[in-house]
């Protein structure tokens, strides 16, 4: 068994965000096993929670950003893909503005900030996701494979018009190799891309410390003048012939297909699973990288929508369930479990035209109340902490908060309503967190997380 991982202490770095230019400061926790990665404002009220999920992208634009609730981060993907790269499943990430630094342009110090942290295996399965038939996406001169493999694999091309960069060949064939040749690949613009950045409000936080700068045409004077006055430099310090800002050295021939493979791993990580797949890559940039990594998820977790198969046996029967949650009549909401894991456990309830609640809820139009749904989600929450309890033994599970609570679907008569609750992290003085998801057929109608106490009653 393969397990999560998580750092052993907290760690600290400070720099430039590199389009809003204020001094950022991130710190790195440990996070418990099942928690996930996920930021943590630390600047705004009640410090809101943006977890690292690609469906929280709301902008690419040179770099890639998350956003809920209002709250944002952005610049995340030389830090995702460096958590990625070193199975770092969970960590807490407190960041005192809108952008992670931008640093040197690639992620050789977040890196190195890991390794100062140090990492530690956690009493948990990491699960993994495997490609089994290929995925592909295309738009013009982009395109994008995933195709099975026993391993994590990216071969990366690009393929500029300029004579500078051409075409570039990146190949990572295991994560392993990922520290030593690509973490310290950075960041590429040319020089005329720069002040259209600038009449954007962007770069604010550009350096020529953190980005290989192509020259791709000779500027006149006063055009250095201007491009020594942004980097705050003297123009005899800038060195201005066509070919690398202020002659640069590269640190592989194919830095800039380097650093394009980084950032797609970066964005990848966002899936918020590790994936056992090869992937081809070409033209990559990070709008194509969400939309590939948004349809990677949504293929995982249409596949792991859970499934009633009539004629297995039950886990739990009414039986079962009644010796060991207090609920009766007309307040049972969930009729068997018919599957168990380690941390996670399903549960169903057959909603016929006779349920008590349809005389109210609506004569015209019965349809199962959404409260009603989070309550069946609670009563499969307390059979998945009570499953390896003994039946003699009497506890009570009381829930303490629901939160992340959404409605998508109805539930009317004839529905079957398939529970499945997962389990967040472990139990910490009686209590417990879980994510609770309901479905009728593949249909998700009610999501929730919700956080219980247990008690000998």
Known sequence: MVKQRTITRSVSIEGKGLHSGKVSKVVLKPADAGKGIFFKRIDLPNEPIIPADAMLVTDTSRGTSIEKDGAKISTIEHLMVSLYANYIDNIEIDVNCEEVPILDGS????????????????????????????????????????????????????????????????????????????????????????????????????????????????????????????????????????????????????????????????????????????????????????????????????????????????????VDIKKRLPHRFPMLLIDKIIEVGEDYVIGLKNVTGNEDFFNGHFPEEPVMPGVLIVEALGQTGGMLVLKDVSPEEKYNTYFMKFEEVKFRNKVVPGDTLILKLTQQGPVRRGCVTMKGVAYVGNKVCVEATMMAMVSKA
Request: aromatic share 10%; net charge negative.
């Open 107 to 318: 992620a050789k110090y977040w890196i190195e900030l890991l390794e100062q942290a140090g990492i530690e295996e956690q009493d948990k399965e990491r699960k993994y996701y495997s490609i089994n038939e290929p995925i592909h996406y295309k738009d013009k001169d982009i395109e994008y494979w995933a195709l099975p493999s026993e391993d994590f694999s990216v071969t990366s091309t690009i393929d500029f018009s300029s004579s500078l960069i051409g075409t570039q060949i990146a190949e990572l064939d295991n994560l392993n190799s990922f520290n030593k040749d690509f973490a310290c690949c950075r960041t590429f613009v040319f020089l005329s891309e720069i002040m259209m950045l600038v009449q954007h409000n962007l770069i604010k936080g550009g350096d020529l410390n953190n980005a290989i700068i192509f020259v791709d045409s000779v500027l006149e004077e006063k055009e250095r003048e201007q491009i020594a006055k942004f980097f705050n430099k003297n123009t005899s310090d800038v060195k201005v012939e066509r070919g690398i800002l202020n002659n640069v050295d590269l640190r592989f021939h194919n830095e800039p297909a380097r650093h394009k493979l980084l950032d797609f791993i970066g964005d990848l990580a966002l899936v918020g699973i590790h994936i056992k797949g090869h992937f081809i890559i070409k033209c990559p940039g990070h709008s194509a990288n969400n939309i590939f990594a948004k349809k990677i998820k949504k293929i995982m977790e249409e596949k792991n929508i859970p499934t009633y198969d009539p004629n297995k046996p039950a886990v739990f029967d009414i």
